[in-house]
């Protein structure tokens, strides 16, 4: 239940007009059924309203080249709408600590910041939001705590656990990996495609945004949002960047030529 008592769900929307009438009833009674049995969890819209997804920049220290924080103020600076902290170093004071600047720096722009992995340095730093995937708590478990207080995104490497996710409660999914991303993450998957952003676009609908994560660049953003993706959500493209600026808004130019005209979120 929303806040105002009311089940959203995701609906049908321009993209998925080819679908029967059938077919969508099935699906949305599929996700009611799935918000009905854990009734903990809902979803609303609001903290997403406003966000500019198409770069969703990844701070991983250790993949940044000169400065964390001084990258993470010139990522902001060059109008990134989210920006992540995966910090895998495991310690939660240094990350906490690192956090707390960024949310400090965040106050000027227009950027969300958002913790990778743990909900409780995501909390105690007053960040945004808080991201999980497989094998950190679930998106179910984050929404019953924080309720409506934080952004709550999820990894999702396949259709069906993408809809499960959209009905546990994730604002938005990570979806990949789409390209070759073996280097920094050694459990990512083989490279899907951008299919796998249409499939997944296929399964929930448009009402849930969908960054493509896993090897993008400026080569291949055009590519993912043609498959329907809100945005790219990037690492090493951004963090070993000469220019920070000038790749910030490379990887935008590049999104943007290939998403389809009129396409909202
Ligand atoms: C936006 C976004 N999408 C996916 C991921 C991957 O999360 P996860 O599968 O938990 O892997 P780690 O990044 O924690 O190694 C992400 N971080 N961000
Ligand atoms: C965290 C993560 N999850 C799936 S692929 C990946 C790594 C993305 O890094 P890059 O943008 O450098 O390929
Ligand atoms: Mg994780």
Redesign the pocket.
């Known amino acids: 239940m929303g806040p105002a008592g009311t089940l959203k769900l995701p609906g049908r929307s321009a993209g998925r007009r080819d679908r029967s009438e059938g077919y969508e009833r099935v699906r949305r009674l599929r996700i009611a059924l799935l918000q009905w049995s854990d009734p903990g969890v809902w979803r609303v819209n609001a903290r997403v309203d406003g966000i500019d997804w198409r770069v ?1 920049a ?1 701070v991983d220290p250790a993949f940044v080249t000169g400065d964390v924080l001084e990258r993470a103020r010139a990522l902001m600076a060059a109008g990134v709408g989210v920006l ?1 902290l ?1 910090d ?1 170093r495991g310690q939660a004071r240094q990350t906490w600590e690192l956090g707390r600047a960024l949310v400090e720096a965040a106050e000027a722009f227009a950027t969300k910041i ?1 913790i ?2 743990r909900l409780d340095v995501a909390l105690a730093c007053g960040a945004h939001g808080v ?6 708590l679930s998106v179910a478990a984050v929404r019953q705590v924080v309720g409506e207080r934080l952004l709550v ?1 999820g ?1 999702a490497g396949d259709p069906q656990r993408a809809a499960r996710l959209v009905a546990q409660g994730a604002d ?5 990996a789409l390209f070759e991303a073996r280097a920094v ?1 050694s ?1 990512a998957s083989a490279p899907q495609g951008p299919a796998l952003i249409a499939a997944v676009r296929a399964e929930i609908g448009d009402e849930v945004p969908v ?1 493509g ?1 896993g090897g993008i660049s400026a080569a291949n953003a055009g590519a993912v949002a043609a498959a329907g993706a809100s945005g790219v ?1 990037v690492i090493r493209a951004l963090c070993g960047a000469e220019d920070t600026g000038a790749a910030t808004r490379e990887l935008r130019e590049a999104f943007d030529s290939g998403r389809s005209p009129g396409r909202a979120g």
Not at 131 to 136: A, E, K, L, R
Not at 172 to 176: A, D, I, S
């Open positions: 969703y990844i992540q995966r895998k958002v990778n992995d991201h999980v995937g497989p094998h950190d995104g990894s938005y999914l990570g979806v990949g993450k459990d960054v994560i959500a």
